[in-house]
């Protein structure tokens, strides 16, 4: 607005009254006659009263339309400032023109029922889930019904839905409802963390170029002109997008769940990009005001402090522990044999390795996600593309899943924390990582929750996941060679922005194994495990379980009584302190 509409000139107005009878009281008595002295003073009075409101009246009311307000003498507005008797005052340390809260003319402000579409929709059939934007590159060898090189990054690809986990997806059955939700996130797209291999990589071709003597032609031309600029560890743009639009869907899918007059506690970590992804996430699921509605646990994550959080912090072992690395090494020795020679054929002057070409290639996520595209991603083909998603599979099961003797040690204080919900108690023992003097008080760990947010990293989630038995993913990986399409694929299980749904639902009679009608008994209670908007069929991993459900539920009270083994099986103390072989070969991941 170009023109100045401040309400403290009603002030002034209403204030000169004084002034007014001062100066009449000053006047010369020859212009004013005995007898109507009185009668004249208050006529004045009344007028310039009249003209004060007046004038006020009709400059709120013509501000109040200029801002939007079409009816503004039908649809007064709650008056922001009681203390002033214009409802168009601003606060007093705030200029109006800056002002956000309270708002001063916020139009019609209801708000409508919660969106629970997670319980609501009725369709059935083909399952087609939400997708992210794809950057279109020619990658040579690709096909064009080919799924995007950018869905097979393994940990570093942007948040993309699970294909699918071998169960169909359904709606909830009539009168079905859902009574809570429990969701890990993993943090968004990020720049590398330190020490990453993108970051020696660019070290090694800045000294190069410094030598002298290094020619770089061909597609790796410009490498001349290149240089390392990117970030540590905080979230890059894409990640603050995938983090909100994971919060909007979320408040789709379950805001119904919401309670308005209460604030819940979310939970996640000190590092940077771990606040930031909750605080982006509350955003899309409450709003721009999220802090009426939750209030966020930010747990220390450091070496030394306990934290479900982050599992590896206080288990020394799984740092130690290399079996994976080892494994993927050795693929990725075979799978970049050509794409090492053909790349090593561009440059004079310098010696490029293997480590050169892998390092090169996760360049092309990191600087995708930063900047929206990258030149290294346009130097592999689409086969090679595919071995490094198997590199980043055989890392992770090696290293953090059941192919690690740590596996289930690190993510077992968060299986510890989720059963502990579903029992209604806290937790006031050790015998993991869980911080028990977070845990064992429900003012930081509460109990009456119908939405419980976590945010975590991609190692701890296939931790957990781990810790849950869900042994579907155990089966071991070959390092020399491609076994085609198999469970334990990390671009499925935590691409940025991943998120693990714990859906707690009750029937009003037992549900049929194959969904086609309520059985007879009582009403019945059963936990869905979604992760990446895809079912993991739990079934198939837990005894307990039912494995021929189609929908991939469990009986609530089935899967707390497979749960009631899974500390024991982790065998944490053994796992994190104890000595064994640090290159055993174990696939339960527990020590052997």
Known sequence: MGVSRRPVDYELVAQAE????????????????????????????????????????????????????????????????????????????VPQYFQTTPELWAGPTPTGNPAFLAQTRTWQGDYIPNAPLQTAIPISGSKPDQKSIFQMMGYLTPYTPSPGFGV????????????QVQMLSRHGARYPTSGAN?????????????????????????????????????????????????????????????????KIIVRTTTQDRMLKSAENFLAGFFGLEWTRNA??????????????????????????????????????GRYLREATERLSAMV??????????????????????????????????????????????LWFYGDISFGSPTG???????????????????LGYSGSQINITLDNNTETFPLNQTLYF???????????LTAFGLTQFAKRLDPTAHPGDHNFTVTHLTPF?????????????????????????????????????????????????????????????????EQEKMPGLARFEEACYGEYPLDATVEDGAPP
């Open 454 to 464: 976590d945010f975590s990293h991609d190692t701890n989630i296939v931790a957990i």
């Open 295 to 332: 209030t966020i646990e930010v747990v220390i994550e450091e070496r030394g402090f306990n934290n479900s959080l982050a599992g590896d912090l206080n288990c020394p072992n799984a740092r130690r522990l290399k079996g994976g690395t080892t494994a993927a090494m050795e693929w990725i």
């Open 18 to 93: 004084p002034d007014a009878d001062a100066d009449d009281s000053h006047r010369d008595a020859s212009q004013i006659t005995t007898a109507g002295r009185g009668t004249s003073r208050r006529v004045r009075q009344w007028t310039t009263f009249g003209l004060a409101f007046t004038l006020a009246l009709v400059f709120c009311l013509a501000l109040n339309y200029l801002t939007g307000n079409t009816s503004p003498l039908h649809s007064p507005q709650p008056n922001p400032n009681p203390s002033n008797s214009c409802p168009c005052s601003p606060t007093s340390s």
């Open 168 to 179: 169909d997806e359904f709606p909830l059955p009539r009168d079905a409802e859902i009574l």
């Open 348 to 393: 004079e002057g310098y010696e490029w390795t293997v480590t050169d070409t892998y390092a090169a290639q996760t360049m092309c996520p990191y600087e995708t996600v930063a900047y929206g595209a990258s030149r290294f991603c346009e130097l592999f083909t689409y086969d090679e593309w595919k071995g490094f998603e198997y590199s980043v599979d």
């Open 497 to 561: 922005g991943a998120r693990l749904d714990i859906e707690i639902i009750r029937t009003p009679k037992p549900l049929a194994a194959d969904r086609s009608s309520y059985l007879d008994g009582p009403s019945t209670k059963y936990i869905h495990f979604v992760l990446n908007q895809r079912t993991i069929p739990l079934g198939l991993s837990l005894p307990a379980c039912n494995a021929s459900r189609v929908d991939g539920w469990c009986e609530l009270g089935a899967f707390l009584q």
């Open 408 to 426: 289930r040690a690190v993510g077992i204080g968060y299986q510890q924390e989720v059963i502990a919900r579903l029992n209604n108690h806290t």
């Open 198 to 262: 993108v970051m020696e990589f660019a070290e090694r071709i800045a000294k190069a170029k410094q030598k002298g003597g290094v020619r770089f032609k061909k597609e790796l031309e410009f490498l001349t002109r290149w240089e390392y600029a990117l970030g540590g560890e905080t979230l890059v743009p894409k990640g603050r997008m995938e983090l909100f639009e994971s919060g909007v869907l979320h408040a789709y899918m379950y805001e119904g769940l919401s309670n308005p007059t209460s």
